[in-house]
């Protein structure tokens, strides 16, 4: 079985552009979640979604950032325009849909973005 | 709010050496208490877990114990490999929700 991939694995843009984000969840997974790791600091999280409803967004730094979940599938993080504290690790992670208290977040390798 | 807290690296041992690796926690309630890890060039893997108090996780020789008297999860493992290098997050959750993580610790086993 595939685990969560995302794309691209590192992109480079200017201040002032457009890039967007793409993460493939685990197949069955109604859980999406998107996380960002900035300057070796903690990993913070962004969103998370329930199928392609969004569940809690309390984590998005600003309205720069817009994320979507079409048909419940894959998601795309787009920042526009990109500036350049956005540069980091994005992360993004799925689950199944939990019952009681255990369950797993499985994240993908990240996207390294670098504005310059 | 949630929050996780665990020692600053980067850490260097000697293969064979006791690790630990310190993490506290400041959170209402119950969550549950997660160690991930790192390697390098890959992603995120969670590495072992602990849902309530008292409960021990264990894997690939690492060991944690949930103590909520102390609000702690520190990570062990009795002796170190080169393999284990990479970063390594602490993180608690709640029921499905998001993950709460600590700036990670970033490990260095030399021969």
């Known amino acids: 079985e595939a685990g969560v991939t995302q794309f691209p694995s590192h992109s480079v843009i200017e201040k002032g552009q457009t890039v967007t984000l793409r993460c493939d969840p685990i197949s069955g997974h109604d859980n999406l979640y998107w996380y960002r790791r900035v300057m070796g600091k903690e990993i913070k999280f962004l969103l998370h979604f329930v199928k392609e409803s969004k569940q809690d967004e309390s984590g998005m730094p600003n309205n720069r950032f817009l994320a979507e979940r079409t048909g419940g599938t894959y998601s795309t993080l787009k920042v526009q325009p990109a500036e350049l504290e956005d540069s980091g690790v994005y992360f993004c992670a799925s689950s199944q849909t939990m019952t009681g208290y255990s369950y797993e977040q499985y994240f993908g390798p990240g996207t390294r973005l670098t504005v310059t | 709010g949630d929050s996780v807290t665990q020692m600053e690296g980067p850490v260097t041992l000697s293969e064979e050496a006791f690790l630990t690796i310190n993490c506290t926690y400041t959170?209402?309630?119950?969550?549950?208490l997660f160690w991930y890890v790192q390697y390098p060039g890959e992603g995120l893997q969670l590495l072992l877990k602990a849902t309530k108090a008292d409960d021990k996780g264990s894997n690939k020789g690492f060991e944690a114990t949930y103590r909520k008297e102390t609000t702690s999860f520190h990570l062990e493992k009795g002796s170190v490999q080169v393999s284990d290098s990479a970063v390594y997050f602490c993180a608690l959750g709640r029921g499905g929700n998001k993950l709460t993580f600590g700036t990670g610790t970033q490990l260095k086993v030399e021969l």
């Open positions: 959170a209402t309630g119950y969550p549950s």
